[in-house]
């Protein structure tokens, strides 16, 4: 079983620059590729960005271009999320995503529990 587990978050002032984590823990053989989604409320769960494991190949949501940067630790399975320049509409709950391969067999393609960012001042 394999669980990703999101921490960061919480209240951010506008202008913020807050990093939010996820870790990804159990039978895991290799990890493919990680991104971050966010659902605001009222609103359908978006892509914010992804990145490949191998490559570090990245992909960005036009409103986060040049002001979130996503990154990952490969020897600790974990993405990153750097945000900086915080606005009100980036309020919401953010979620890990994570592909990969199990240690026996087969892939998976898991959601981590969310953790919310609010920005507001």
């Known amino acids: 079983q394999v669980r990703p587990v999101e921490s960061g978050g919480g209240l951010v002032q506008p202008g913020g620059s807050p990093r939010l984590s996820c870790a990804a823990s159990?039978?895991?053989?290799?990890?493919?590729?990680m991104g971050w989604y966010r659902q605001a409320p009222g609103k359908e769960r978006e892509l914010v960005a992804t990145?490949?494991?191998?490559?570090?190949?990245?992909n960005y949501a036009d409103s986060v271009k040049g002001r979130f940067t996503i990154s990952r630790d490969i020897a600790k399975n974990t993405v990153y999320l750097q945000m900086n320049s915080l606005k009100p509409e980036d309020t919401a709950v953010y979620y890990c995503?994570?592909?990969?391969?199990?240690?026996?067999?087969?892939?998976?393609?898991?959601w981590g529990q969310g953790t919310q960012v609010t920005v507001s001042s």
């Open positions: 159990g039978s895991i053989f290799s990890i493919t590729a």
């Open positions: 990145i490949t494991s191998s490559s570090g190949s990245t």
């Open positions: 995503n994570v592909g990969g391969i199990y240690s026996g067999s087969g892939y998976f393609n898991l």
